[in-house]
């Protein structure tokens, strides 16, 4: 549905077409995702036990028609702009058979999914056609199959939120089949910085550690070539200048192997980052059930407890600049622990 020209009901500002919007399960009425989360409940949940409906106001209804034409994402029924050639909530691709007509339905170019086209009946929505979004959403597969400790597809689908397209296939496999093993670019590069943008904090945390460590004497000669130039000059500088300076060579081979070792923590992360995430998705959903929550009854609660979010990314690289700024003034302040790399 387009809610372009409504207003959220906990900020009061007028919906556009870049805002990112999620609908209570309850009532209907939409909200920003930030509001929603910042609230943790819909603005009207006091009248659900009256039977409230959210209504579009008058405001809205002509907004569609007089503002600027809009294509809902088939996926996540986001509206974008009708130049938009992907969705800029989802990313899935736009076909320019999708148009949004004057009813409010969407009308798409899909023949197998149109009329008697869809088997079964499978995916049907409340007015017997069938739902286009959810049979893109679950990639054909069946929405309430139980994809481990409980959680249905549906659930996990909701949880991942960005990219779901993507890992759905992935996630189906390691159940069917147990495997563990897959490949994330991602993880690859920036493992924690990925797992970070994933809310996986512990796995974020414990790459970002063994990231410092394993650059910790890359980081001695980089702070003794500092010490030479004069930018430390507080008590212990020339002691590690002078430590360094006579075990350049063992520093320069320990810092080959230790990136060795940390390229090879980035291999493993690449191949078993998807099933780490696999599985926080399933514990994630876990404990929200054991909170009563659960994608059926409050699916706003969990998308935004799962999906991504970039800012993590943001607070992971403070962390390491706090961290690399510790250890250089711990080495400052105890010259001694150098011994623990050169003896």
Known sequence: MNYIGEKCPVCHKVFTGDDDIVVCPECGS?????????????????????????QRTSAGENSGSSGESTVNCPVCHFPNKSADDVCVRCGFKLQPEARENSQGHQEYGYGQFQGQGAPHGMFRGADGNPDLGSILSYMGFDPNEDMGDGSTLKDVSSFVGPNTLYY????????????????????????????????????????????????????????AGMISDGVFSMAGAEAISSFVSSHKNDLIFFSEIF????????????IFGNWLYYRFSLSSLKKLRIRGIDGTSHPAVVMVAGGSKPLNMILVLLLMGVLGSAAVAGFIAYPQLLHIFIR
């Open 259 to 270: 990136n060795i070792a940390f390229w090879a923590v980035k291999i493993i992360c690449c």
């Open 30 to 54: 939409p909200h920003h995702r930030e509001c929603f989360k910042l609230e943790n409940k819909c603005a009207y949940e006091d009248r659900h036990s009256t039977g409230y409906k959210w």
């Open 168 to 223: 759905i296939p992935i996630f189906k496999r390691m159940k069917d089949f147990g495997t563990k093993i897959s490949f994330n670019l991602s993880c690859l590069i920036f493992p924690n910085l990925y797992f970070a943008n994933r809310k996986m904090w512990f796995w974020a945390i414990l790459a970002t550690i063994l990231e410092i460590i394993c650059s910790l004497p890359t980081m001695l000669v980089y702070m």
